[in-house]
Each structure stands twice: as C-alpha cells, then as structure tokens.
C-alpha cells in the first residue's frame, strides 16, 4: 500500500524556472492538498482540491497552480519559481472533506531555488 | 484568529520517564484535533485525533493525549519515553465552521522532542 507518493524528492532550481512537483495517491481519496513547510511556521495550506474537477486555493497560493484532472493525481506548478519558494512541500490526502477525517501526508518534496 | 500554539520549541526528557508536548487552540466552535510526528527528512506521521468522546485519546506507539475543553489544550503524553520518540511533533486543528467543516488543518510550529539514553 504505497500511500501518498511525491515526486521529486529533492530539486534544486534557478530564479524564474518552472517545475510541477507531483502527486499521487493510491486509497481512492477525494480531498487532497498541498502545504508547505518553513522552519518556525508549522505548515500552511497552499491549495486543495475536493475531488477531480475541483479546486480551492489555501492561505498562501500565490505562486502556485494545482489541476486534478483524476481522483489519484493532484500536481502541484510553480510557474516562475522564486527563492521565497525554498521549502518543504507536503501532499496530503483524506478519505473526504469532513473534518473527522484523518489527513495522510506524502514523505515531502524538499526545494531550493537558487 | 483561529490558532494552534506549541509553547516549547523543545522538550529533553531522559528515557524511561514519562514525556509531555503541551498544545493549546484558539477556534471558534468545537474542534477537531490531531497529533502528527515527524521524523528528520521524513513526512508527517498521524499519531491520534480527538473528535469526540472520552478526553484521553489513545493512538499508535504508546502516545496518548487528554483533550480539556476548558483550559483549550490538547497535551501529547507517553508514559515511558524511548530514544526512538526524538523526533519534531506538531499538534493540528480542523475547526468546524458553522454550517459544516473546512478543508484545511492549522498547524502549531512544533516541538522537538530529545529523549536521552
């Protein structure tokens, strides 16, 4: 049972490059999400979708765009990567909405822009 | 503002003696609450959630925590502390909007945890 799998696992890129890092998972869950993670912030919720066809923007979006065109895959873009993006990016998944669910997240994709 | 705070950035505690990671919430309504733990360079591992019912959540590797509606907190405890709990855990919120959930979990900033041998 793989999960929540994301791909790269570390990248590196150069100011104004453009990367999609990818996600996907495996339970036939219908909400997933990407955060990210910085030291001293926890990790803040960029975009999230609720089922293919549908999504929503988090707390920090700018500079991001997501599309879930299946259940499985929820990729996350970054169009013209900027050094404030340096972080760690979580997928994260959940049977649904419902806030009782538990929230499984990917093992993070780890990005520096140079 | 709805918020997660963890007042200690990091907690020692010797191995074998009982561990606490304080956690209180600021939301509006009833609460949904989680632990996570992460290991270096890993992802977030689901420890327990409290949704309803009995205070004293039980979750996986001995980790327990006790939801107190009154003073807002959510407390991560283990009895007996190993070296191989060392690790960052994060205490989360899914608050319940009138009208129904959000999709979102606030976070605390975490707390490292040092078990010495």
């Known amino acids: 049972n793989a999960g929540v799998t994301q791909t790269p696992k570390f990248q590196v890129l150069k100011t104004g490059q453009s990367m999609t890092l990818q996600c996907a998972q495996d339970?036939?869950?219908?909400?997933m999400s990407w955060y990210r993670q910085d030291p001293g912030m926890g990790l803040r919720l960029i975009h999230y979708s609720v089922g293919a066809g549908i999504t929503d923007q988090g707390e920090v979006p700018n500079g991001y765009n997501v599309s879930r065109s299946t259940t499985e895959d929820f990729p996350l873009r970054l169009l013209s990567a900027a050094p404030s993006q340096t972080s760690v990016y979580f997928c994260?998944?959940?049977?649904?909405?419902?806030?009782?669910?538990?929230?499984?997240f990917g093992e993070g994709s780890w990005l520096t822009v140079v | 503002a709805q918020s997660v705070a963890q007042p200690e950035d990091q907690v020692n505690v010797a191995e074998g003696n009982p561990l606490t990671v304080k956690c209180t919430y600021s939301?509006?309504?009833?609460?949904?609450l989680f632990w996570y733990v992460q290991y270096p360079n890993r992802g977030l591992q689901f420890l327990l959630k409290?949704?309803?019912?009995?205070?004293l959540v039980k979750g996986s590797y001995g980790f327990e925590a006790e939801f107190n509606k009154s003073q807002t907190s959510f407390h991560l405890k283990k009895p007996s502390a190993l070296v191989s709990d060392s690790a960052l855990y994060f205490c989360a919120v899914r608050p319940l909007n009138y009208g129904g959930a959000t999709n979102k979990l606030i976070f605390g900033t975490g707390t490292l945890l040092a078990v010495q041998p």
């Open positions: 409290y949704i309803t019912g009995d205070n």
């Open positions: 994260a998944s959940s049977y649904s909405a419902g806030a009782g669910n538990t929230i499984y």
């Open positions: 339970m036939n869950h219908e909400y």
């Open positions: 939301v509006s309504g009833n609460p949904y």
